[in-house]
Nanobody, 114 residues
Framework: QVQLVESGGGLVQPGGSLRLSCVAS????????MAWYRQAPGKRRDLVAS???????NYADSVKGRFTISRDNAKNTVYLQMNSLKPEDTAVYYC????????WGQGTQVTVSS
């Protein structure tokens, strides 16, 4: 099992920025493709961004140009820099190692509101 601990969420005004962090407790972190998902109330959990062990990134169309995913393999940490935030970005954000069967972490709440 990989333990996942997300942090960095909060309340921010539209147009603001937040940086999310996720620490994964696994010796194999560097070989996992890591992803950020989000789930708004009453909606399904959607993929936001992913990054391979070598740093190749992929983004959902809704966040392209605003969000940046990165990772530090030495710290077993994946980040999500979120800029130009919109109210529709409000959700609980989760990180997850793709191709694993581990449990989800508790997530971190992001609320974009004036």
């Amino acid at each position: 099992q990989v333990q996942l601990v997300e942090s960095g969420g909060g309340l921010v005004q539209p147009g603001g920025s937040l940086r999310l962090s996720c620490v994964a407790s696994t010796s194999f972190f560097s070989i996992y493709t890591m992803a950020w998902y989000r789930q708004a109330p009453g909606k399904r959990r959607d993929l936001v961004a992913s990054i391979t062990g070598r740093g190749i990134t992929n983004y959902a169309d809704s966040v392209k140009g605003r969000f940046t995913i990165s990772r530090d393999n030495a710290k077993n940490t994946v980040y999500l820099q979120m800029n130009s935030l919109k109210p529709e970005d409000t959700a609980v954000y989760y990180c997850y190692p793709l191709s694993s069967s581990t449990s989800w972490g508790q997530g971190t709440q992001v609320t974009v509101s004036s």
